[in-house]
T-cell receptor, first 115, second 111 residues
Framework: DTAVSQTPKYLVTQMGNDKSIKCEQNLGHDTMYWYKQDSKKFLKIMFSYNNKELIINETVPNRFSPKSPDKAHLNLHINSLELGDSAVYFC??????????????FGSGTQLSVL | KQEVTQIPAALSVPEGENLVLNCSFTDSAIYNLQWFRQDPGKGLTSLLLIQSSQREQTSGRLNASLDKSSGRSTLYIAASQPGDSATYLCAVNFGNEKLTFGTGTRLTIIP
């Protein structure tokens, strides 16, 4: 069983389109994240949700809108896609980080290419 | 500003050798630190997690150390194998509900 699964794995689209990436985890975790990995492989957090509530929004453009219908799912919708949005987007989950030590579990990534 | 740095960006080592990967961070008031492995086209796999109160953690051929006062962590890999080839990322929990990642070291084990 895949612990953190995200779909699609590859997404190729035209500039200006709207697209969504879905993520699901079956680990029973309360906290889920979206990370973006750029062409230089630098991984940076975009959002985190704890039990369906937004905890972190790292100055991501409003075109990116996460949605968490329940604590096992965190989807990412992107409006009006731009060339600079091309990257690999990773979903992850964990128990709440806070001051405790919790491992993050990552999905396999969605490679988004905006043409 | 809280930053995590990994040097070198790439490392090639003959099979069988022991090696050390380095990670440095700017703020010594950390909660914990994790080492991840990323294979091409794959997600990240957590290898070791060190709490701020710990000095090291071991798993098989891997040993991670933590020196908060100097802002450094190392990942020691013993008796390297070609299957160890991957990018290794260090990530620090500075206590702000998120992990801050380094840029990674791409490790190649030469058969």
């Amino acid at each position: 069983d895949t612990a953190v699964s995200q779909t699609p794995k590859y997404l190729v689209t035209q500039m200006g389109n709207d697209k969504s990436i879905k993520c699901e985890q079956n680990l029973g975790h309360d906290t889920m994240y979206w990370y973006k990995q750029d062409s230089k492989k630098f991984l940076k957090i975009m959002f985190s949700y704890n039990n369906k509530e937004l905890i972190i929004n790292e100055t991501v453009p409003n075109r990116f809108s996460p949605k968490s219908p329940d604590k096992a799912h965190l989807n990412l919708h992107i409006n009006s896609l731009e060339l600079g949005d091309s990257a690999v987007y990773f979903c992850a989950s964990s128990r709440p980080l806070g001051g405790s030590g919790e491992k993050l579990f990552f999905g396999s990534g969605t490679q988004l290419s905006v043409l | 500003k809280q930053e995590v740095t990994q040097i070198p960006a790439a490392l090639s080592v003959p099979e069988g050798e022991n090696l050390v990967l380095n990670c440095s961070f700017t703020d010594s008031a950390i909660y914990n630190l994790q080492w991840f492995r990323q294979d091409p086209g794959k997600g990240l796999t957590s290898l070791l997690l060190i709490q701020s109160s710990q000095r090291e953690q071991t798993s098989g051929r891997l040993n991670a150390s933590l020196d908060k006062s100097s802002g450094r962590s190392t990942l020691y890999i013993a008796a390297s194998q070609p299957g160890d080839s991957a990018t290794y990322l260090c990530a620090v929990n500075f206590g702000n509900e998120k992990l801050t990642f380094g840029t990674g070291t791409r490790l190649t084990i030469i058969p």
